[in-house]
């Protein structure tokens, strides 16, 4: 009773085309696709750069750069 047969599907998916489209459907798609492969990317890049010590950051503070703006961004709370 749980199951469902080949032709419960079918009559799914035709009513998933009739209501998205199936332009809508590809590029739901192929945003999905982009998302898995800038998501392994991301895993390939971070395990190559945990073998690197982090970067270390430090502010420039010259007198000499006047279009420069010294900022703190704060979060909405």
Same mark, same amino acid.
């Given at each position: 009773?749980?199951?469902?047969?080949?032709?419960?599907?079918?009559? $799914?998916?035709?009513? $998933?085309?009739?209501?998205?489209?199936?332009? *809508?459907? *590809? #590029?739901?798609?192929?945003?999905?696709?982009?998302?898995?492969?800038?998501?392994?990317?991301?895993?390939?890049?971070?395990?190559? !750069?945990?073998?690197?010590?982090?970067?270390? $950051?430090?502010?420039?503070? !010259?007198?000499?750069?006047? #279009?420069? $703006?010294?900022?703190?961004?704060?979060? *909405?709370?």
């Amino acid at each position: 009773m749980g199951s469902f047969s080949i032709w419960h599907w079918l009559i $799914v998916l035709v009513i $998933v085309l009739l209501v998205f489209g199936t332009k *809508k459907l *590809k #590029n739901i798609g192929s945003d999905l696709g982009g998302a898995v492969k800038g998501f392994k990317d991301g895993m390939k890049d971070g395990a190559a !750069s945990a073998d690197a010590p982090p970067q270390q $950051v430090t502010a420039n503070k !010259s007198a000499t750069d006047a #279009n420069t $703006v010294d900022v703190e961004a704060k979060t *909405k709370s």
